[in-house]
């Protein structure tokens, strides 16, 4: 018989969050240079992590499962969506590659479809496993990813980066909750050695790209560094988020236009780096103007990130709130149908958010107490959220409502 083991997951204490009123500015002259990011007191890593503790807690899943098990709205609808697709299935195969190639949108496409599907068919699996308790889907999240820790070595291509990340999101997620509820693993330490030797090197470094991209690789890399209980790179990963999220989502109180990012750093090229944006309101994000799905990604691993650390005692909701609840609103309202004025982009936007606000939404509406009309009502009428099948998953079923 197999042992269950639970672990009650940390939280971090909530703070109480000023909030500023929506506003924008006209960039300054071309020649000035962008104010420096602002330094951030950071805590160093948790002296004790919190398993599982990758984006979703012991209490967390245990309220879920509650949820579930009474019918309740939203959650079993929601749960019914997880179990009726593809990547709930008992019948799966997984597709493991040595090399995983990736080019610039998916051209060449070797594996990567492949890899990202079966991590969030792993997480699906263990969401199911603990809900259930059926060990079925447990022994198969743990087939895939033993496939995949005997099989894959790296990851190439101009895309590698960014695939890691997708991909390095999700297998934490279910390592974790496998690991500490289920009990049996035996090839439990290949999965880690193949998370600190493929996987961590490739996320860790960073990335010039579009923001998306560096925060992707970020959260990745955060739910590594829990899994292998690993604090060194948990501190670094922190030191790059605390740049990365004002140098993603402005603010007006970061000045006349938004902060810069490595050698990014001139009115001329922040502007370019902006997609050409010039004029900057709360909330607006670095790919705003390239589209949303894009900024989306960029959004949820932001949130994914925080939610990460405040399950291991280092909540920085406080820290990037008002961001974070600007951004969200900010791109609600226009998602939802709301005219778009002509400084913004042009006149004219790429919609297709996502499922990406349930998360943040949760955690700063319900947790934190911030009003966030836009958001809440784009958040329930797209209830349940399901999958981006890149690493976006089930999140209205863990997050919707969840006060632990």
């Not at 193949?194 to 960073?206: E, F, H, Q």
Request: proline letters at 5%; one cysteine or more.
């Amino acid at each position: 018989m197999r042992r269950r083991i639970i672990l009650l997951g940390a939280a971090g204490l909530a703070a109480a969050v000023a909030v500023a009123g929506a506003t924008y500015a006209s960039a300054a002259s071309s020649t000035a240079r962008a104010p420096q990011t602002a330094t951030v007191a950071a805590a160093a890593a948790p002296a004790t992590f919190a398993h599982p503790g990758v984006l979703v807690s012991q209490a967390q899943l245990d309220f879920v499962r509650g949820k579930v098990q009474a019918g309740a709205q939203p959650w079993k609808p929601a749960y019914d969506q997880m179990m009726g697709s593809k990547y709930a299935s008992l019948t799966r195969t997984p597709k493991p590659r040595a090399t995983v190639e990736c080019g610039s949108y998916s051209n060449p496409n070797n594996g990567c479809t492949d890899e990202r599907e079966d991590a969030i068919a792993a997480y699906t699996l263990s969401l199911a496993w603990f809900i259930t308790r059926d060990n079925r889907y447990a022994d198969k999240a743990i087939a895939i990813m033993d496939a995949w820790s005997a099989t894959i070595k790296e990851h190439t291509n101009s895309n590698a980066p960014l695939q890691t990340g997708w991909a390095g999101s999700s297998w934490p997620r279910a390592a974790e909750i496998i690991r500490y509820t289920y009990g049996t693993w035996p090839n439990q330490a290949r999965f880690a050695t193949m998370l600190r030797t493929v996987y961590l090197p490739k996320v860790i470094a960073g990335s010039t790209s579009n923001g998306n991209w560096e925060l992707s690789m970020l959260e990745a890399a955060i739910g590594i560094s829990v899994f292998l209980e690993d604090r060194a790179s948990w501190d670094k990963v922190m030191t790059k988020f605390r740049a990365r999220v004002p140098a993603y989502l402005y603010l007006a109180t970061d000045g006349a236009y938004p902060k810069g990012i490595g050698s990014i750093d001139t009115k001329s090229e922040i502007v370019n780096y902006w997609q050409g944006q010039g004029t900057f309101a709360d909330g607006i994000a670095q790919e705003t103007c390239r589209d949303f799905t894009h900024t989306g990604y960029g959004i949820s691993a932001i949130s994914h990130i925080a939610e990460t650390t405040r399950i291991q005692g280092q909540d920085v909701y406080p820290e990037i709130a008002d961001r974070l609840r600007h951004a969200l609103g900010f791109h609600s309202k226009y998602q939802l149908g709301e005219g778009v004025p002509s400084w913004l982009c042009g006149g004219k936007l790429n919609l297709g958010l996502g499922p990406i606000t349930e998360v943040g939404y949760n955690a700063l509406h319900n947790r934190l107490g911030i009003a966030m009309t836009n958001t809440q009502r784009l958040t329930e009428q797209s209830r349940p959220a399901g999958s981006n099948n890149l690493f976006v998953a089930w999140e209205t079923l863990t997050h919707a409502d969840n006060p632990a």
